[in-house]
């Protein structure tokens, strides 16, 4: 169909698309990257708030004044102010001037734009279409900004889903260190899965987990000098006086 329209509604369709991506990318990033800027939620929405208000604005003006300085020169001011926008929101910029770039009426938080673009693209588009299909026309158009900007909204999430694939398709390689302390099983001598330690290595071989202590007796030696405190302590009396060591045996239970 694109073939039979006139240059003009071809270019309008052109930049329609390429607007309703950049669209839907922002509406699913515009929120997301303030809030990780550090913004409150209620900064957040007051952003949001601007942006939604600079479109009425925007649409009151050019319903105002686009006949009167022109159609394609206020198009081309909208413009303009989009890319000027952008840069503002790419940049880390306080919270004022965000705010001015959100009231000049050139974003959107839809993913198909209803505001000022539109009030200037649909006039456009009548005259374009006045000697063919206007129907034809309109409803390409349509379908263009909802096509592009549902590709914009799922480009947004993109990145996210291909991390989260590459981090499960390429896990990271282990130390030697670590595979030996993931590769036993607590209080067993038995691996808990027979990877390697390292390339080219052997399977990593657990140590034997540590007896339990058992009740026996322990000896311990006692200097003559400290056998009376011993026989008092056990309330025995000293049976002699000799130079021997005393050897005391204790019970463990």
Do not use: H, K
């Not at 990593?204 to 030696?221: D, F, K, V």
Request: hydrophobic share 45%; proline share 8%; aromatic share 6%.
């Amino acid at each position: 169909m694109t073939g039979r329209l006139p240059a003009d509604v071809r270019r309008i369709l052109a930049a329609q698309a390429l607007r309703a991506f950049g669209y839907g990318l922002g509406a699913v990033l515009l929120g997301v990257t303030l809030r990780q800027r550090g913004y409150s939620a209620g900064l957040v929405g007051l952003v949001l708030t601007a942006v939604v208000a600079g479109t009425v604005v925007a649409s009151v003006l050019l319903a105002r004044y686009a006949d009167r300085a022109g159609r394609r020169r206020c198009y081309v001011v909208m413009y303009l102010l989009l890319g000027v926008a952008g840069v503002v929101f790419a940049a880390a910029v306080p919270l004022w001037v965000l705010l001015a770039a959100s009231l000049t009426g050139a974003l959107s938080t839809d993913v198909v734009e209803s505001g000022p673009f539109t009030s200037l693209e649909q006039p456009m588009l009548a005259v374009g279409l006045a000697g063919g299909r206007p129907v034809a026309g309109f409803g390409l158009y349509n379908a263009v900004a909802t096509a592009a900007g549902s590709l914009g909204a799922l480009a947004a999430g993109l990145p996210g889903l291909l991390r989260a694939r590459w981090a499960r398709s390429w896990p990271r390689p282990a130390s030697p260190s670590r595979w030996a302390c993931r590769s036993c099983s607590p209080g067993s001598s038995r691996p808990a899965t027979t990877s390697p330690c390292g390339r080219g290595s052997a399977p990593c071989r657990c140590p034997a987990p540590a007896a339990p202590a058992l009740p026996g007796r322990r000896r311990t030696a006692v200097p003559p000098g400290n056998r009376a405190a011993i026989f008092t302590r056990l309330g025995l009396a000293d049976a002699g006086t000799g130079s021997g060591n005393v050897t005391v045996v204790t019970l463990d239970w």
